[in-house]
């Protein structure tokens, strides 16, 4: 069963058109969770689960709290939930491809979901083809019931590619159903800004977002991103306001997208500080967390480093 909707951007931004957006009410058998779940069964703790039974760790005595991308760490490392835990992260980021097998919860909350992982190279969601475009979109929703069964309070997707109007609109077209059932789990649907991609800059994310003017549609600032764009990380946290959603902090050299440790490329003790300092002074009260790359030279000793930089520059905001 599909329905199509129309949504018309707004006339004072950069996306003057009219976009259309395909939803798939029923197509399969689902094959993660049932979304339509009693909401009662939301963010349960297993009683067993000592890891999960922590105090999280906020940052400077603000609500804002760190946590790392599990990626950070080989795939092939079983023990990196607890590794994790064991350099003193109380949460993690993980994307729609891990624990797949769903025998239990990660040990330790989710904080955030990167949804885009996994989906098929052949297909993308501003895909002209329209099934193809609607088998994207079907995994998109998959991707959202992990999010659910994690119990994570946030999600993420990269753009895609093509920055053609008729691309973005069919792009758009999806988040616009996926902010639409997010939010009936209270789960923010945020955007990335990708160097690269059909929304490279923070700038042109946030007007981006401005047009669709969906309540449940946020930013994901990534500073490793910003450099490469060169926008400095305050000034997007300012303009982005209420519509920053999520934050990463990872680091490169200003030219390629390396994710190295903190302060291991062009980032600096002062800019984190600083970025930190405006996140506070905004009342941002979310995520804050690492996202490194898991093939570093000494992944472990990145991690750690990166930790320690953050939580000293929050003591002196």
């Known amino acids: 069963i599909v329905r199509t909707n129309w949504r018309r951007g707004c006339q004072d931004g950069s ?11 029923e197509i399969r058998k689902p094959v993660f969770l049932n979304l339509d779940r009693d909401l009662t069964t939301k963010c349960t703790i297993r009683p067993n689960n000592l890891l999960r039974q922590t105090t999280p760790h906020h940052i400077g005595g603000s609500s804002m709290y760190l946590s790392c991308c599990i990626w950070a760490l080989s795939d092939g490392n079983p023990l990196r939930v607890k590794k994790l ?12 491809i891990d624990f797949q097998d769903k025998t239990e919860k990660p040990e330790l909350p989710v904080s955030c979901v990167g949804l885009s992982f996994g989906i098929p190279d052949e ?5 002209h083809d329209s099934e193809r475009s ?3 979109g ?20 990269v753009p895609e590619f093509d920055s053609d109007p008729g691309a973005l609109s069919r792009f758009a077209g999806h988040l616009l159903h996926l902010a639409d059932r997010a939010s009936e789990y209270d789960i923010k649907v945020c955007i990335e800004h990708f160097p690269g991609r059909s929304l490279p ?13 969906h309540p449940n549609l946020y930013l994901l600032l990534d500073t490793g991103h910003a450099q490469i764009s060169g ?14 959603g999520y934050v990463h902090f990872d680091d490169n050299d200003g030219v390629d997208d390396l ?20 996140l506070h002074k905004i009342g941002y009260g979310g995520g804050v967390s690492l996202e490194l790359k898991g093939t570093l030279p000494d992944p472990v000793g990145a991690i750690k480093k990166s930790r320690d930089i953050v939580l000293a520059a929050s003591n002196n905001t």
């Open 15 to 25: 996306m003057k058109l009219a976009i259309r957006s395909t939803l798939v009410l």
């Open 85 to 96: 835990y064991d350099i003193g992260f109380r949460h993690i980021d993980i994307r729609a």
């Open 123 to 127: 297909y993308s969601l501003d895909n």
């Open 134 to 136: 609607m088998a994207s």
């Open 138 to 157: 079907v995994y998109l929703l998959k991707a959202l019931e992990h999010a659910v069964w994690a119990d994570a309070g946030y999600a993420y997707i």
């Open 201 to 213: 800059t923070v700038a042109e994310t946030l007007a981006f977002i401005q047009d669709l003017s």
């Open 231 to 244: 926008e400095d990380p305050s000034e997007a946290i300012i303009r982005a306001g209420d519509r920053l």
């Open 259 to 278: 994710h190295l440790g903190l302060c291991d490329g062009i980032l600096t003790d002062e800019v984190i500080r600083t970025t930190l300092n405006t």
